[in-house]
């Protein structure tokens, strides 16, 4: 089974630009559904934000298009959120998830944690005003 590890999350201004990093290991990422997920606060359901298919069919939140970018390397195994003019709404814990499915049915949904078998361990992002 796949294990993801996330990175590249800080803290910014508004407006600023982050780029998130999901490494995987165990399998790789081309078998999988994968997307990113974020959570506000800790121990409530997550929101789907972006989501790209085995096929590289993408889909993201309403609330995020046109500023944040998911993309895959499937060489070096990896997935990647630009996050770009930043909000202080923004603000959560950002999940790196993967799933046999298609994650695309839940962005912009909240979901339980349990609803997707694979999850990384976190990375916080903060958005100040």
């Known amino acids: 089974q796949v294990q993801l590890v996330e990175s590249g999350g800080g803290k910014v201004q508004s407006g600023g630009s982050l780029r998130l990093s999901c490494e995987a290991s165990g399998d790789t990422i081309s078998n999988y559904a994968m997307g990113w997920f974020r959570q506000v606060p800790s121990g409530e359901p997550r929101e789907g934000v972006a989501?790209?298919?085995?096929?590289?069919?993408?889909k993201y939140a309403d609330s995020v298009k046109g500023r944040f970018t998911i993309s895959q390397d499937n060489a070096k195994n990896a997935l990647y959120l630009e996050m770009n003019n930043l909000k202080p709404e923004d603000t959560a814990m950002y999940y790196c998830?993967?799933?046999?499915?298609?994650?695309?049915?839940?962005?912009?949904?909240?979901?339980?944690?349990?609803?997707?078998?694979?999850w990384g361990q976190g990375t916080q992002v903060t958005v100040s005003a």
């Open positions: 989501a790209i298919d085995r096929d590289g069919t993408t």
């Open positions: 998830a993967a799933d046999s499915d298609t994650l695309a049915v839940v962005v912009g949904v909240l979901i339980p944690p349990g609803n997707v078998p694979y």
